[in-house]
């Protein structure tokens, strides 16, 4: 049974920074595409972020280009989410997901999802 256990959310100040993980399990990791989305309230779920299975081609949601960076270890079968300068319109429940094949940004093509990790940033 796969499993995705996202972990490292809270409540932050603007500007702040916050560094989110993800846990797999059930699966073996370094064949899989990993993704971050986030869903705001009243929202669609939207791309955030994504990684390769060696972690050499990622990209990001121009809402967080040059504010985030991914990143995964495959030996711990975890990726993390690392959010510098957060503003209150990040503010989400933030989700990973998991895909074969290659890097997506849509929902759509991710097979698996976590829980979601709640950040919330405060003005």
């Known amino acids: 049974q796969v499993q995705l256990v996202e972990s490292g959310g809270g409540l932050v100040q603007a500007g702040g920074s916050l560094r989110l993980s993800c846990a797999a399990s059930?699966?073996?990791?370094?064949?899989?595409?990993m993704g971050w989305f986030r869903q705001a309230p009243g929202k669609a779920r939207e791309f955030v972020s994504t990684?390769?299975?060696?972690?050499?081609?990622?990209e990001y949601a121009d809402s967080l280009k040059g504010r985030s960076t991914i990143s995964r270890d495959n030996a711990k079968n975890t990726v993390y989410l690392h959010m510098n300068m957060l503003k209150p319109e990040d503010t989400a429940v933030y989700y990973c997901a998991a895909r074969r094949a290659r890097i997506g940004v849509r929902p759509s093509e991710y097979e698996y999802w976590g829980q979601g990790t709640q950040v919330t940033v405060s003005s």
């Open positions: 990684i390769s299975w060696g972690g050499g081609n990622t």
């Open positions: 059930g699966l073996t990791f370094r064949n899989y595409v």
